[in-house]
């Protein structure tokens, strides 16, 4: 497959977030609807970012060391390990998840509804966070009169679900059929959204793109910037930012230069400049060297990252530092853990998944949830109560042999907690202390409260998925900004401590899960400073280029698609000729292929319904065609030869769950390479399971000592 021609529509076709979005099925379980390809050039994005994560480990190595090295990102790797819990529900218990419309894709289709209709046509979503947030929205609707007979609910146990990891309840499919009775009684321009969420109401409207440029909280932070362009005599809106910090702050610069624009003064430069010398490392002792196990250096050696972040989006930051040989003691306490309980091992462990050919029965051990052994591998675990005074003295002990303290909680909590940045800098005055919230705290949204599907209906990437109105949207079937937020926050990381390797100076990191969701819709945003007009969905057709044919076709068995996506005359005409039907003629030019694309599509689909979808892929691609199979994650695990030739899944030892594949970190470094295992070569911590060797070892307590620590609720 190293030699298939891709464009976007096929590279997220064949890495898996296909398969993961668009609208439920009919009652009867029939897709009569094909599945939704996210736009706009969502693949490159992704691995753009990670391929960033790559290049800042590279670049803080070659500053420590002197050393430069190779590095490398795939596309479809990238995209393939960038979906959610389809990846890890097929591991752990061959569960395939099925599509549901603009909510997260779930082992079973549910009626449940998460999003709610205006009376003018937009849309509202509510994320239930359990049963006291239950209690909270019934209480906030009755007091704007929308009553229930729903009563007391069950106690609330603290502990949080990955939104689309578990059966929503009769109780909460009611509770949102009140949400959703009051949300119709508004216009999408006022819904009281922010005073629902002052209420505690887990909610956002999903905002068209550029909304978000005219809202004071992002151009409060500096989100946006007007960029001139002098040719034209304009300036045109950009995302320019994904969080903030006490250092440096992002770059708007200039726009993106002319066609050899340049030229004339980057030859100027060459010819009167000297070739700099080598500048030796700051290091005056030498670099920490940890091999891993490939028996090569770890970039991030001697990095130690005193961790509170939990839930994908921060606690996917400190796992690709951990990959890259940081020490992270993830930190927890048992009235809120992380999430842990989603794509559970199965009952009778690997041996009964290797013999399994259909979905298995998983295990209720919180350590035994495969989507947190995905989350957080090559990470020690330490309990500890923070909030009990001598969890206080110890995590400030920790916090003062540390670089980095990460945490993903709402903005405030670790300032209650006496652990704000003020108090972060007298322990440790280079420390680096990287925050990442729902939608920062700077600003005026701070203490908002945000999961995925939040972020990214706020951020607008919600809105630009699905077939043109007067459909809803299909969003995205997982947390698609948990991951992105994820690159992004481990970027922001890795450029502090590559400051503070220059520099000597830690800082505040203010990062916002949403602003990198509206960092990545940047593009839809300058369409429409540019030319004026917001973006519109347009299903599988190509959103800008014009390209035809361009969508998602039918193939022979269950719920099986291919998408192809012809960008040039040439490769329509290979089509046609592989075709080889009369009708084709009719669309011998792109102007009638675009103006006719419906007819196109159903005649294409006519000739693909029968076929073998990879029988055709391969025959298609022999021909120059970009084509590409809709991927489920057992297709990618079971029968995609690349990914498997590019290793993108490791096999690494958990302490109670065992040994299980891992998503191998996404980027290939030659001299320095990763491992998802970390510098310990272990999957993601049992509760509490490196208690001793962190007290001990590092803090030098005795047993005893960890004992009473025990017996009086500090760890």
């Given at each position: 497959?190293?030699?298939?021609?891709a464009?976007?529509?096929v590279?997220l076709?064949?890495?898996?977030?296909v398969?993961?979005?668009g609208?439920?099925?009919r009652?009867?379980?029939f897709?009569?609807?094909?599945?939704i390809?996210?736009a706009?050039?969502?693949?490159?994005?992704?691995?753009?970012?990670?391929?960033?994560i790559?290049i800042?480990?590279?670049?803080l190595?070659?500053?420590?060391?002197?050393?430069?090295?190779y590095?490398?990102c795939?596309v479809?790797?990238?995209?393939a390990?960038?979906?959610?819990?389809?990846?890890?529900n097929?591991?752990?218990r061959r569960s395939?998840?099925?599509?549901?419309?603009?909510?997260?894709a779930?082992e079973k289709v549910?009626s449940?509804?998460?999003?709610?209709?205006?009376k003018d046509g937009?849309?509202?979503?509510?994320?239930?966070?359990?049963?006291k947030?239950?209690a909270?929205?019934?209480?906030?609707?009755?007091a704007?009169g929308?009553?229930?007979d729903?009563?007391d609910g069950a106690a609330d146990?603290?502990k949080?679900d990955i939104?689309?990891?578990n059966?929503?309840?009769?109780?909460?499919?009611?509770v949102?059929?009140l949400?959703?009775?009051y949300?119709?009684?508004h216009?999408?321009?006022?819904?009281?959204w922010?005073?629902m969420?002052?209420?505690?109401?887990?909610c956002?409207p999903?905002?068209?793109?550029?909304?978000?440029a005219?809202?004071?909280?992002w151009?409060s932070r500096g989100t946006f910037?007007?960029i001139?362009?002098p040719?034209?005599?304009r300036?045109?809106?950009?995302?320019?930012?994904?969080?903030i910090?006490?250092?440096?702050?992002?770059v708007a610069?200039r726009?993106?230069?002319?066609l050899?624009?340049d030229?004339?003064?980057?030859?100027a430069?060459?010819i009167?400049?000297d070739v700099p010398?080598?500048?030796?490392?700051?290091?005056a002792?030498?670099?920490?060297?940890?091999?891993?196990?490939?028996?090569k250096p770890?970039?991030?050696?001697?990095?130690?990252?005193?961790?509170f972040?939990?839930?994908l989006?921060?606690?996917?930051?400190?796992?690709?530092?951990a990959?890259?040989?940081?020490?992270?003691?993830?930190?927890?306490?048992?009235?809120?853990?992380?999430?842990?309980?989603?794509?559970?091992?199965?009952?009778?462990g690997r041996?009964?998944?290797?013999?399994?050919?259909?979905?298995?029965?998983?295990?209720?051990?919180?350590?035994?949830?495969g989507?947190?052994?995905?989350?957080?591998?090559?990470?020690?675990?330490?309990?500890l109560n923070?909030r009990?005074?001598e969890?206080?003295?110890?995590?400030?002990?920790?916090?003062?042999m540390s670089?980095?303290?990460a945490?993903?909680?709402?903005?405030?909590v670790l300032?209650?907690?006496?652990l704000?940045?003020d108090?972060?800098r007298?322990i440790?005055?280079?420390?680096?202390?990287?925050?990442q919230?729902g939608?920062?705290?700077?600003?005026?949204?701070?203490?908002?409260?945000a999961?995925?599907?939040?972020?990214?209906?706020l951020?607008g990437?919600?809105?630009?998925s699905?077939?043109?109105?007067?459909?809803?949207p299909a969003?995205w079937?997982?947390?698609?900004?948990?991951?992105?937020?994820a690159?992004s926050?481990s970027?922001?990381?890795l450029?502090?401590?590559?400051?503070r390797?220059?520099?000597?100076?830690g800082?505040?990191?203010?990062?916002?899960?949403?602003?990198?969701?509206?960092?990545?819709?940047?593009?839809a945003?300058?369409?429409?400073?540019?030319?004026?007009?917001g973006?519109?969905r347009?299903?599988?057709?190509?959103?800008?280029?014009?390209a035809?044919?361009?969508a998602i076709?039918?193939?022979a068995?269950?719920?099986r698609?291919i998408?192809i996506a012809c960008?040039?005359d040439?490769?329509?005409q290979?089509l046609?000729?592989?075709?080889?039907a009369d009708?084709?003629a009719?669309?011998s030019?792109?102007?009638?292929?675009?103006?006719?694309?419906?007819?196109?599509?159903?005649?294409?689909?006519?000739?693909?319904?029968l076929q073998?979808?990879?029988?055709?892929?391969?025959?298609?691609?022999?021909?120059g065609?970009p084509?590409g199979?809709?991927q489920?994650?057992?297709?990618?695990?079971?029968?995609d030869?690349?990914l498997?030739?590019l290793?993108?899944l490791?096999e690494?030892?958990?302490t109670?769950?065992?040994r299980w594949?891992?998503?191998?970190?996404p980027v290939?470094?030659a001299?320095?390479?990763?491992?998802?295992?970390?510098?310990?070569?272990r999957?993601a911590?049992?509760?509490?399971e490196?208690?001793?060797?962190v007290?001990?070892?590092?803090?030098?307590?005795d047993?005893?000592?960890i004992?009473?620590?025990?017996?009086?609720?500090?760890i």
């Amino acid at each position: 497959m190293a030699g298939f021609r891709a464009n976007d529509l096929v590279h997220l076709a064949l890495g898996g977030p296909v398969m993961n979005c668009g609208y439920d099925p009919r009652p009867d379980g029939f897709y009569d609807l094909p599945p939704i390809a996210p736009a706009q050039w969502n693949s490159y994005l992704i691995a753009g970012e990670q391929l960033l994560i790559g290049i800042l480990a590279a670049v803080l190595h070659q500053a420590r060391t002197g050393e430069g090295q190779y590095v490398s990102c795939a596309v479809h790797e990238a995209v393939a390990k960038s979906t959610e819990l389809d990846l890890m529900n097929w591991v752990m218990r061959r569960s395939p998840l099925n599509r549901q419309t603009c909510r997260h894709a779930a082992e079973k289709v549910s009626s449940v509804v998460t999003v709610a209709q205006t009376k003018d046509g937009r849309y509202l979503i509510t994320v239930p966070m359990g049963a006291k947030n239950e209690a909270q929205i019934i209480d906030y609707l009755a007091a704007q009169g929308v009553a229930s007979d729903l009563g007391d609910g069950a106690a609330d146990t603290g502990k949080r679900d990955i939104p689309g990891s578990n059966a929503v309840g009769e109780r909460t499919t009611r509770v949102l059929e009140l949400v959703e009775r009051y949300v119709r009684k508004h216009s999408y321009d006022n819904l009281p959204w922010l005073e629902m969420q002052e209420a505690g109401i887990v909610c956002s409207p999903i905002r068209r793109p550029h909304e978000n440029a005219l809202d004071p909280h992002w151009q409060s932070r500096g989100t946006f910037a007007e960029i001139e362009h002098p040719e034209l005599g304009r300036s045109f809106t950009y995302a320019v930012s994904k969080w903030i910090s006490t250092g440096p702050d992002f770059v708007a610069g200039r726009r993106a230069p002319l066609l050899g624009e340049d030229t004339e003064a980057v030859k100027a430069s060459l010819i009167t400049s000297d070739v700099p010398a080598m500048t030796r490392p700051r290091h005056a002792a030498p670099v920490p060297t940890l091999l891993s196990v490939h028996k090569k250096p770890m970039p991030l050696a001697g990095v130690r990252i005193f961790d509170f972040s939990w839930f994908l989006a921060s606690a996917g930051g400190t796992r690709f530092l951990a990959a890259l040989g940081a020490e992270v003691i993830k930190v927890e306490w048992k009235a809120n853990p992380d999430t842990r309980m989603a794509a559970m091992a199965p009952e009778g462990g690997r041996a009964a998944r290797e013999a399994a050919v259909g979905p298995l029965r998983g295990v209720t051990d919180p350590d035994m949830g495969g989507q947190f052994n995905n989350k957080n591998p090559g990470k020690r675990g330490l309990s500890l109560n923070v909030r009990h005074p001598e969890g206080l003295a110890i995590a400030k002990r920790l916090i003062a042999m540390s670089d980095i303290v990460a945490e993903g909680f709402s903005p405030g909590v670790l300032d209650r907690w006496g652990l704000g940045w003020d108090e972060l800098r007298k322990i440790k005055p280079d420390i680096i202390y990287a925050q990442q919230s729902g939608m920062g705290t700077a600003g005026t949204y701070g203490r908002l409260r945000a999961v995925g599907p939040i972020a990214g209906a706020l951020a607008g990437v919600t809105e630009m998925s699905g077939l043109p109105n007067p459909a809803m949207p299909a969003g995205w079937g997982y947390s698609y900004l948990d991951w992105i937020g994820a690159y992004s926050f481990s970027t922001a990381m890795l450029s502090a401590l590559l400051y503070r390797e220059r520099t000597g100076e830690g800082q505040w990191i203010d990062a916002s899960q949403t602003e990198s969701g509206i960092y990545i819709a940047g593009g839809a945003i300058l369409e429409w400073s540019a030319l004026g007009r917001g973006w519109s969905r347009s299903g599988n057709h190509s959103p800008q280029r014009s390209a035809a044919p361009h969508a998602i076709y039918r193939t022979a068995g269950d719920d099986r698609w291919i998408a192809i996506a012809c960008t040039t005359d040439a490769e329509w005409q290979s089509l046609a000729a592989l075709i080889d039907a009369d009708w084709t003629a009719e669309f011998s030019t792109l102007a009638a292929r675009l103006e006719h694309q419906e007819t196109l599509d159903r005649r294409i689909e006519a000739w693909t319904r029968l076929q073998d979808g990879y029988a055709l892929m391969t025959q298609l691609q022999s021909r120059g065609i970009p084509a590409g199979v809709c991927q489920t994650a057992g297709d990618r695990v079971e029968q995609d030869p690349q990914l498997a030739h590019l290793q993108w899944l490791t096999e690494v030892e958990g302490t109670k769950i065992g040994r299980w594949p891992l998503a191998e970190f996404p980027v290939k470094l030659a001299s320095t390479p990763a491992h998802i295992g970390g510098s310990i070569n272990r999957g993601a911590p049992c509760y509490g399971e490196d208690n001793e060797w962190v007290l001990g070892e590092l803090l030098g307590m005795d047993k005893r000592r960890i004992a009473h620590l025990a017996e009086d609720g500090v760890i």
